[in-house]
């Protein structure tokens, strides 16, 4: 299997390429930052990119970001995350789309040598490669998440003023924003918690009675 790793830590990156490259791969290509990442796949076309997520230039979200759009452009290669954490956000957004050949392993993971060569090539291979840690905190905050989390600050700001029975004009003109854009959260809340147009249920007091049950 032909492999790219894109990792900043020198140490691990070594560590990475010298497992694989014992168990019989090939790494193809390492590099140390997120902006890298897209014209090195592109060139050698590899199997498997194995991508941290907090990654150069900004140490947040890079690395996804770039598997994020390697997915994209590129949906042969097979992805696999390595993250310091559970990060619930990253993996969700990961696996939002297509889940083949994609995997979310935390990096304590590797010193596990056999368990992960076997998710590698799993993902590799075209299937799905998830950290036990990961599917149980996806699943718990699946039980527990109330939909109004799915909500940004603004959003919230203005579910907060429908349910004191203000029109879109009159939220307009409390947060100092236009029509359009009230009109834009007022559809996103709608779509966030889950209120598809009908002709028998009022979307805005559905809405509103979550906010009141919250």
Known sequence: MRVVIAEDSVLLRAGLTRILADAGEEVVATVGAADELMGVVERHRPDLALIDVRMPPTHTDDGLRAAIAIRQRLPEVGILVLSQYV?????????????RAIGYLLKDRVAEVDEFLAAVRRVGAGGTALDPEVVAQLLARARQRDPLDRLTPREREVLALMAEGRSNPAIARSLVVTDKAVEKHVGNIFSKLDLPPTDDDHRRVLAVLQWVRS
């Open 87 to 99: 990060e619930e956000r990253y993996a969700t957004e990961l696996l939002a789309g297509e889940t």
